[in-house]
């Protein structure tokens, strides 16, 4: 029998490592302390929970989180399979239905006889036995605690927030329209128009309104990839326009591109939900309900959740990880997910993947799979065990590809060349591991 490998953490990335080490033979067990204990992000009783948006990002080879995709897929990944069985209408992204998606990842590690998920919480770490933390955006107290003990310093922490869920019957469809960005395929977005006197109407009390105090929280720094709305609107009253309420590419049922649009995006498979995209806030929930019906559309509309922040943990990496996530104190311990220094999900499931097939080899004595900047899986591994002494959780992005040995001018042309080198070298990387290099 081999190895029992010990998983903590049922999340995105802990899944996906428990998946790839259990189709390789090995015992896992993983630990999720959900029913038992949740954090104050997360919800439901199943595996692989969806906090933040329910959106996996774009899946254009133009677009970053498009090549990754692509390159995990070819590595076999679980999560992304199941993504696409369970997603919803989001234009180019892959966006999912919450509940589908964690239901379907529990049933699919329930099948395996060699995972076996149990549920309680992990408060202390052997570094004697083979370990993957994986314990994702709000690791409790008590386990931070331990992870502070074994990287021989504190925890590092940042803030991340979430985005507000109305109902689809109690938005005003008349104030909406549903035409693509450059009219480009079909709208899978309500979108909400806002002239000039209602877009800086709304600015002003926004900016205004009351926040929830984070005296429960150590410190007090946001993470610019999760940035509440209301402090990118203190930066200008024009930030908005320029970010997630950007006009450009959208045209009305008059043909006219309005001041300022709020997108809407399908939460769940029958769309009876809906989120505000790029509303992640920190007001209170009255101040909310108050100023997101400001928006036109959403005068009447019922808010069945609305958006928190919370603290996220991620340890200094490039001080504790190798670039297969194992720690450099420890070889038997490694990291996974939000906490290793990656952001975002396709990016915490990539850190499980690699966890999983690096744990796997070096327990049969194999030498490190050593992915290249070529691809967007190496370009992180190798940013979060990169000597870095600002070092802050990285999205995957084509800035930290090695660059094109020649000059291609057009942007978008030079994205897609990003990405056709990207598959073509993870090819070559699945095919010496198939191989039993």
Avoid: W
Wanted: with cysteine; proline share 4%; aromatic share 8%.
């Amino acid at each position: 029998m081999k190895t029992r490998i010990r998983i903590i953490g049922g999340g995105l990335a802990g899944s996906e490592a428990s998946y790839q080490l259990a189709k390789r033979g090995y015992e896992v067990e993983l630990y999720e302390m959900k029913p038992h204990k949740f954090s104050p992000a997360h919800h439901n009783d199943n595996l692989a929970e969806v906090v933040c948006s329910n959106s996996f990002k774009s899946s254009l080879l133009s677009t970053a989180s498009g090549a990754l995709k692509a390159e995990l897929n070819i590595l076999d990944c679980l999560l992304l399979k199941v993504a696409e069985k369970c997603s919803v209408p989001a234009g180019s992204a892959l966006a999912v239905d919450r509940e589908l998606f964690s239901k379907a990842v529990t049933k699919e590690l329930e099948k395996f006889d060699n995972i076996k998920i149990i549920r309680e919480e992990i408060t202390t770490i052997d570094t004697s036995v083979p370990t993957i933390i994986a314990t994702g955006p709000l690791t409790s107290d008590s386990l931070s605690k331990e992870i502070a003990k074994l990287l021989g310093e504190e925890g590092l922490y940042f803030f991340d927030a979430s985005a507000p869920i109305v109902d689809a019957g109690t938005i005003n469809m008349e104030k909406t329209f549903t035409t693509s960005r450059y009219q480009k395929g079909e709208s899978d977005y309500i979108n909400c128009p806002m002239d000039k006197d209602t877009y800086y109407a709304f600015i002003e009390e926004l900016t205004n309104a009351q926040r929830v105090e984070l005296h429960d929280f150590e410190g007090t720094e946001v993470f610019e990839g999760c940035m509440p709305v209301e402090v990118m609107a203190s930066r200008g009253k024009d930030t908005l326009r320029y970010g997630p309420l950007r006009p450009v590419g959208l045209l009305d049922n008059d043909g006219k591109r309005p001041f300022a649009v709020v997108q809407l995006r399908r939460e769940n498979l029958e769309g009876e939900l809906y989120n505000l995209v790029g509303f992640q806030t920190n007001l209170t929930y009255p101040e909310q309900k108050r100023v997101f019906s400001m928006i036109p559309a959403l005068e009447n509309a019922e808010f069945v959740k609305y958006g928190v922040m919370h603290r996220n943990t991620y340890i200094n990496a490039p001080k504790h990880l190798n670039s297969d996530f194992s720690m450099k104190k420890y070889d038997k311990i490694f990291f996974a997910g939000q906490i290793s220094g990656v952001e975002g999900y396709v990016e915490s499931i990539m850190s499980g993947l690699i966890a999983g097939i690096s744990m796997a080899r070096k327990l049969e004595g194999k030498e490190k799979i050593y992915f290249n900047n070529l691809t967007i899986t190496g370009a992180l591994c190798n940013y979060i065990s990169t000597e870095n002494v600002d070092f802050q959780p990285m999205n995957a992005n084509f800035g930290i590809l090695t660059p094109h040995n020649e000059l291609i001018k057009d942007k978008q042309k030079r994205k897609e060349e990003y990405s056709k080198r990207a598959i073509e070298e993870m090819a070559k990387i699945k095919e010496a591991i198939d191989n039993g290099n």
